[in-house]
């Protein structure tokens, strides 16, 4: 299952901040389709429970961002339309900020992609 994301309404200065992200349940990883302000790597990996999800690194070493009630372990989970609280994690010296995710697109099909866009696939 593949998810499209929206990231937003993150409570800082800059109103323009979102990011826009491809989720890969099976793979367990997520690539930043678009993006503004908001710093986050190209692709990483995900860390899945019942609660959230949280975007990680390519390394799996930093969390960059959690999101609460996101559950991509369930089987008829998540759904189009669906939102709750983002958390940004900018960086080890600075306030995390709040915001919000939102799913715009699932794709269900379990078909492989035409091109892989992760850099650790050979």
């Known amino acids: 299952m593949r998810i499209t994301l929206h990231l937003d309404t993150f409570e800082c200065i800059e109103p323009s901040v979102y990011a826009i992200l491809w989720l890969d349940r099976d793979a367990r990883k997520w ?3 678009g993006h503004a302000v ?3 790597p190209e692709w ?3 860390a899945l429970s019942h609660a959230g999800t949280r975007i990680l ?3 799996g070493d930093r969390v960059c961002c959690e999101l609460s009630g996101l559950d ?3 089987i008829d989970g998540p759904f189009e339309g669906e939102s709750g609280q983002a958390l940004w994690h900018r960086d080890a010296d600075r306030v ?4 919000q995710w939102h799913v715009q697109w699932i794709d269900g099909t379990d078909a492989e992609p035409e ?4 850099a650790d696939e050979v």
């Open 72 to 74: 991509l372990l369930t």
């Open 96 to 99: 995390s900020i709040a915001g």
């Open 31 to 33: 690539s930043r389709e």
């Open 38 to 40: 908001i710093d986050l």
């Open 57 to 59: 690194d390519a390394a």
């Open 44 to 46: 990483g990996a995900l």
């Open 115 to 118: 091109h892989g866009v992760f």
